[in-house]
């Protein structure tokens, strides 16, 4: 178990000299972040998530799922909380090891009412946060030593080749964006297609130009150092 935590950590310590390592976190981050957003706020606002005509194992399952009331309000709240932890940054491993439990019963049930295309891509999902949990070994790996281990000497950390404040305000604009489109369409925003004569669709449209100038803005700051 030591010898694979140790090439893990070793693998995570040369990634995290890299810049293009640490973009591909802090993006996926966002995404998976706001892969929640919608999900949380249907079950917050206690709407459901399938059809009342609909029927099968998957649809059921979600019926009773809704109908438990409470507990889908407590769900919807972890995946918001979840969401708002990853895209704001400074507490993302807080956010993807709250996600990956509730990540890993979507998962579960997915696959085992065979809805293959919805299981695929939580399955990408659950890769993710794995993978975000894994960025920062270093801060929980002790969790996994034996009470009477010695305790591990810290590694050399030399700072982050990003402007991580710049990503927090970044994942903290498209919150907020979205959080206002929907605020201002009375409900969930989720378009099923093109909806041009919606003002919430630019904004939707527009969201992933907030990481792309963010990573111009971080850029152009570097190369002034």
């Known amino acids: 178990m030591d010898s694979v935590m140790d090439r893990i950590e070793a693998t995570v310590a040369w990634l995290r000299q890299r810049r293009w390592a640490h973009l ?3 993006n996926l981050r966002i995404l998976i972040g706001f892969a ?3 999900a949380g706020l249907k079950k917050i606002l206690g709407e459901p998530f399938t059809d009342p005509g609909n029927r099968g194992p998957f649809h059921e ?3 009773a799922f809704h109908a438990t009331g409470h507990f889908y309000t407590f769900v919807g709240v972890v995946q918001l909380v979840a969401a708002t932890l990853l895209m704001t ?5 807080a956010g993807a090891f709250l996600a990956l ?6 998962l579960a049930f997915c ?3 065979a809805v293959v295309p919805t299981a695929s891509v939580v399955t990408l999902m659950f890769a993710g946060l794995v993978g975000l949990a894994l960025w920062d070994v270093e801060r929980w790996r002790g969790v996994l030593d034996a009470p009477d281990a ?3 000497a810290a590694r050399a950390s030399s700072p982050a080749p990003i402007d991580l404040r710049l990503w927090s305000l970044c994942g903290a604009a498209i919150l907020a964006a979205y959080l206002a489109t929907c605020l201002l369409s009375g409900g969930i925003y989720r378009p099923r297609g093109p909806a041009f004569d919606e003002p919430g669709f630019y904004v939707l449209m527009a969201l992933p130009l907030f990481p792309i100038v963010t990573a111009l803005i971080d850029r152009r700051r570097r190369a002034r150092r």
């Open 101 to 106: 439990p509730v990540t890993g019963a979507i």
């Open 150 to 152: 010695a305790p591990r």
């Open 61 to 63: 399952f979600l019926h």
């Open 24 to 26: 591909a976190v802090v």
């Open 36 to 38: 929640f957003l919608p």
């Open 111 to 113: 696959w085992s009412t």
């Open 89 to 93: 940054q400074r507490f993302a491993t």
